[in-house]
């Protein structure tokens, strides 16, 4: 690889032509810049295109109140002392973020305008109504396309070892994204249509998210699960991505060409890739030729105190922010050939319903997803558009009447928008940190009451002493993301032998959103991507995400959670297992089927 | 077909599952409703969904300055005397919309406001941003969504007569509800991979918007132009619909199966086709199984100044709207077999930078669209589903402290929206009655100081005689939409035995462009479906749009246009058009291409 002094002589992107769908090789390049020059004809009178006149759009502006970007208190970039599993509970307590009320005591906040005409005539400075509300360009609003590709050229992801770095196109959120994506780099496959040495392969972590598995199966993908370990995806090893790769069986289809991959806080296991691992996986995607799809909504929730180790990465080129140089990078950091493809979205940083993202990849796979872009979404809605390219950005003159989200009525700012980014790690690591401790606490079957006293040990009744001991789940404390997951061990519940582990699952299940544990948690079937896993192990996992409710219940849920859990541990008769799947028994099906993950497939 | 007053009684709509793509056809359903009793449990933990708090979204409230619903002067609903080609300027003159100006002449615009958190418990009647920010429903933010299907059930589309009538689904707009609608039913298909039998056609108007050409045409779809009249597509005749099912050659593939149509100001010739073509055109696709996809962003754009006949129908059943009444219905209202699929959208009516629209069709059509939308888009922005549902809904109780988009703070309401479109089609109106007016004035070729007394006809100057009465172009004046559509006749040109027609109209076309002319128009080839179409007549004919320029310019840029056509045909020297064509000529491609299609595409 080349020097980091010199990016022109890094190496050009390799070429992924070979493996473009034909509806994407068929989609045809604009020759759109040859017309530019009659477009810019000073006093041209434009009566070709067909855009609706903006004077008849009836938002005049667009305003919001918007939080100073250092609403919430930070978490520190190091990890601290003591370790994990017992961290001090005074920096994480999850007691001086103020919850939002209406009225006096709203948090401080600027208040936002967009104008209907900025009178600032470089679009890439231009953010108003008569703009961002008429036709635009697939690559998103010229503004805010150019910020964030700045922002992920510059900060994001300062070190990508290819040529001239990647480029962006903004899209409609991640799903949207993966959409494209895999519409662009695979060919639809079907069963008794096709023949089988065509039929394209998408591996996938062993436990991931449904909602690119639903988007991939009925295009026909093999979907492919790879060995997972607390990480995340193993290179090595049985199962793992080397041993997949190397003892493909052609019968099954394609050797698959792509990976799609959450590296840091795994939706639903909360793995979180190091960077030893990203370089061995990566070295066999280029030994076999494999495209890496990495969906990294969690990316700059990272959370140092479940990790005295992470933080030891270096980058190789600093961001400017201490904040985002402590993070594990992206796969992009070591893409030489350009053979990744991130997705970014602003759900988790400004809001899901933004539906809002964008695509980093080497220049010539941005270009196809271009032109998918122009024949289906065109572009993001300008509402949402415009109203974040001026909380971040703000007036763009002096006399530029909008104002963005900073006290002094400018933008946010790359460092405004780095320090929101620390407050949201900050509150989900108290959050984090706040459900663990509970766990932690309460993983250990205790049979209070039946305790014995020690000269009774070995004696006759000797299963009771080691039932007091036993753990029965466990659980990493997450590095990143949002949730946590929790794995079971029902060879330790007294009805062991009387009722199938995956029953006693399914009550377990049902008995949490019964009084007084009422919680409702995700059981792990619905994250298998197969049948085989959800069969064969699925049941015993359980995902909990302490992102949704709200900050100070988690704790108090949590432990409802870790009641509903011992309360099941106690349950000794099979009538009562019958009593609680009564009602699911008559319906028929299985609880924990894709109904539920549809229910929550966005999330 | 059945009794009006009994709606039950209707059929039900016909199956079309023999038509869903393979893709379509393997989406899951969702089995989600089981799950709602669980979600619904009081007190519930919500542990299991993955979706951020919505107290760490950075925007408080939104806000918006608003017009009032009648910001702008309507139009008659019914058509005035005298005949079109010679309409009174007063009703119609553009005179009396006030421009946008900022500051004390502002036009009177209302508060929009859209809260944190309206307290109201019904999802179908909240409007805000813990809701609107959050994850949501494929099928649209559900109050959005049920004002839709209200208005698309009760007011757009009265009288649907299939049993229960049509569902809606929110998108992206039309090229997003296209995208769908195609993905949903029809099979990609590739030459040399896949057997002639399978190619799946689009019938389309023998001129089009290529947007949608170029949805379909990259997964192999066979264009298939149907020959068109002032109105639209011809049902019989040479070309016509009938002539092109019957006559079916399937050595070229199936038998098309879905016509894409733009049926009121018809993109670009503006054809805006009668209940009586309709009828029979609808006759058709029963008889041959023809799924009929209707574009309709003019569709409450018609002009009856230019036509008397027009508001001849009378609708089966009332909108309750005299205006609404008065417009050329849907396909929809033919459609006793169900097998419409209507594409509406925002894009006209508010602005295209909403990326907002609905697709009305059979519920079961709608189901498996719905599907495609999880995987893809999810919803359209919520910041532009939350600021529309509250423009038009207002606070939906008396401590909602939502603000919406009439004078007392309420919503538009129905009426109010429908007020919008009455103003919106007044504005439209007066601008194709501005440029019509100057087009007709000036297509007649007058050789000033060169006339002759009439003693002097038949003598040997016979020739000039005649040119002096020549029509140089001709159009019909539009009955809707934003476009006029101008054929030449080159062969009446001076050196039309020197010069190509199709060259001579490129000549033609840079001439507009320079001074004092400058004016840029839409080449007829941009919209031509086939290359067949493009080299024998495209040349021809210009697409002018009387919507995009400023409106007090129409009159002037029109007779800039009409100017050029002058000088165009005065031209008489060969080495003049070589010299307008030099650049052009170096550049090697001829203009009219694909690229400018691109620029335009989205209009």
Redesign the interface.
Known sequence: MSSISDPASFPEPVDLSHYLS???R???A??????YK??T?P?????????????????????????HPN??RPTPNKPLDPPPNDPPTAPLAASSIS??K?GKD?PP?AR?FV???SGVPDPLRMID?KS?????TAQGYPSLYYFIRQFTRNNLHPFVPYKDGPEVILT??N??GF?KTIQALS??W?EG?DPVEERPGLLVEEYCYM?AI??A????MNIVPVAIDDEGMCAKGPGGLEDVLASWDSSKGRRPHMIYTVTVGQ?PTSGTLSVARRTEIYALCVEYDVIIVEDDPYWYLQFPSSSPSMADFKPVKSSGFEFLDSLIPSYLSLDYQGRVVRLDTF??T???????GWITAQPALVERILRIT??????????????VAE?VMGPQSSTD?GKG?AADGSGWKVDGFVR?LEG?RG?YERRMSAMCDVLNANKHLVKAGRRKSLSEVASDDEEWAVVEKMIIYDFVRPLGG??VWVRFNFSTHPLRKQVPAPRLAQALWVLW?TKPY?????PGSMFAPTAEIRDADAYNCF?????????D?VA???K??TDGAQAFWRIRSKEKIDKLLEEEDK?G?A?T????G??????
């Open positions: 034909r509806t994407t068929a989609r045809e604009s020759t759109i810049k040859r017309f009659y477009f004809i006093g041209i009178g434009q009566i070709a295109g067909g855009t609706p006149s903006d004077k008849y759009f009836p938002y005049d502006t667009l305003e919001a109140k918007v939080a609403r919430f919850p939002r209406h709203d906040a936002l104008p209907h005409d109504l961002a509300l008429q036709y635009g409609c959120g799903t949207d959409a060919d639809e079907f249509h909602n639903q988007t199966r009925p295009r026909g939706n759900s988790k400004v809001a899901p319903g933004c539906r809002l122009e024949c289906s979404t065109q572009q993001p809605s300008g509402f949402v558009q415009s109203m909380l009447p989200g929101w949201l509150n949002m949730f959103t009422l919680c409702l948690v995700a995902r909990l995400c302490f992102a949704a409710c709200p900050e219940e108090d849920i949590s409802r959670f319906e099906e609880k089927d894709a109904g539920m549809m229910l929550m497939g966005v999330c």
